[in-house]
């Protein structure tokens, strides 16, 4: 039995997850689950998303060992590059096994929500490639910080519509994305981001991201004769992170997602209710969500995915949160020691390794770099200096 199991029939995971939205959402969101079901058990469908994943967006991801960086921090470090795939990130494995799905559905329309914009170019690059419409709701705050990511989104084909409503960022974009849904779901498709939202999200998007651990696992295997001591990864909404512990979630292998000191959801584990789902969500002394603040854009979401809150309510998986300055730092030293700029996002797992490796001298650590610093060089310009 594996810990890792289907979620229950009202899509829990413990006490986490469920389904808390309208009555006008509910069909929407069981057609979803039955077709996700169908298609999961479906040997054609999981035989076309693995060639595109190979064929598009370049899987396998290979492992990297950090001899000069391993032996600084008296570890043996290894790196998953999710940041070598097509568009930068993990994010493409999900948005192309949702458009599959969407095809597959006869939908003819993706609709998305995006904070910094990397997922909203994700979702325009999947729709251009099954052709289809593409429209990507972004808060009207974000639209001016990104300017490039949404004008990669209209250079791929995409609609973005930028959301003025309550704080004009992420948590508003999902609102009006859902909002859309519902009035279109004869024709679109909700590509939805990370593991979070109303079931079957959380469960689907886990899915298509385990392909991270399955991986991995093998490559670990391969390359050190056993699964490492220790995986690593950071946590947003929590999906590059769970689909790297759905690979070890079994084994001995210790697990640590780490959040932003200012989005440390799963650390002041206040269970609430947002985006249609039960879990650990940061909120003040009224139950009202608060925006979260981290450097990197893309984990400044106020909650975490339900089965991130169930693995730390049961001593599975542990949640740390470090600091911008210790991000920073982290950002820094793998490009100086290794040659690769990371993501500011997978920075936060590195810059808990470096915290924690006098107390790994000598372990195994797999870590997920989810993603390429590109995209982070302008901003890291400013707080460096030039
Ligand atoms: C979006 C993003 C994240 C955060 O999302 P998760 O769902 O927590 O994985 C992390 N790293 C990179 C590179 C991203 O683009």
Redesign the pocket.
């Known amino acids: 039995m594996t810990l890792m199991a289907e979620p229950s029939a009202e899509g829990r995971f413990g006490e986490f997850g469920g389904r808390f939205v309208p009555e006008t959402l509910v069909p929407a969101c069981q057609e979803l689950e039955t077709a996700f079901a169908d298609a999961w058990s479906d040997p054609v469908f999981r035989a076309d998303l693995d060639h595109i994943l190979r064929t598009y967006a370049g899987r396998p991801s290979m492992l990297t060992e950090c001899k000069n960086l391993g032996d600084q921090l008296g570890i043996r470090l290894v790196l998953k590059r ?2 070598l795939n097509h568009t ?4 493409i494995n999900n948005v192309l096994g949702q458009a599959l799905l969407a095809k597959r559905m006869g939908k003819k329309r993706l609709v998305a929500e995006t904070g ?1 914009g ?2 909203g170019v994700a979702s325009a690059t999947a729709a251009a490639l099954m052709g289809m419409e593409c429209k990507v709701y972004m808060g009207a705050v974000d639209v001016a910080r990104q300017e490039l990511n949404v004008f990669r989104m209209k250079l791929l084909g995409s609609e973005v519509e930028a959301v003025h409503s309550g704080s004009r960022t992420l948590k508003d974009a999902v609102n009006e994305a859902m909002r859309d849904w519902v009035a279109t779901v004869e024709t679109s498709h909700y590509c939805l ?3 979070m939202g109303p079931h079957p999200y959380p469960y689907m998007v886990r899915q298509f991201h385990r392909v991270i651990g399955d991986e991995a696992r093998a490559q670990s295997i391969e390359l050190m004769g056993d699964v490492p001591d220790v995986v690593v ?9 769970i689909g790297i512990f759905s690979g070890f979630v079994d084994d001995r292998t210790r697990l640590v997602g780490v959040e932003p000191a200012g989005g440390a959801a799963v650390t002041r584990a206040q269970p609430g209710v947002v985006h249609g789902m039960r879990s650990y969500l940061m909120q003040d002394e009224y139950g009202q969500v608060q925006e979260a603040q981290s450097i990197s854009a ?2 400044d ?1 106020p909650g975490v ?1 339900p089965e991130h809150s169930y693995l730390a309510s049961i001593g599975r998986a542990e949640y740390p949160n470090v600091t911008d300055a210790e991000v920073i730092d982290a950002f820094q030293l793998l490009a100086r020691t290794e040659g690769i700029i990371p ?1 500011l ?2 920075a936060h797992a590195l810059a808990w390794i470096v915290r924690a490796a006098p107390e790994m001298q000598g372990q195994t650590v797999l870590m997920n770099l ?3 610093g590109d995209k982070d060089v302008a901003q890291m310009m400013e707080v460096l200096g030039k």
């Not at 990864?233 to 992170?241: D, R």
């Open positions: 999710e940041d930068g990130s993990h994010k910094a990397q997922h981001g990370s593991v990864a950071c946590v947003g909404g929590g999906s590059n992170a893309g984990l979401y995915g993501a996002e997978c989810s993603g390429r």
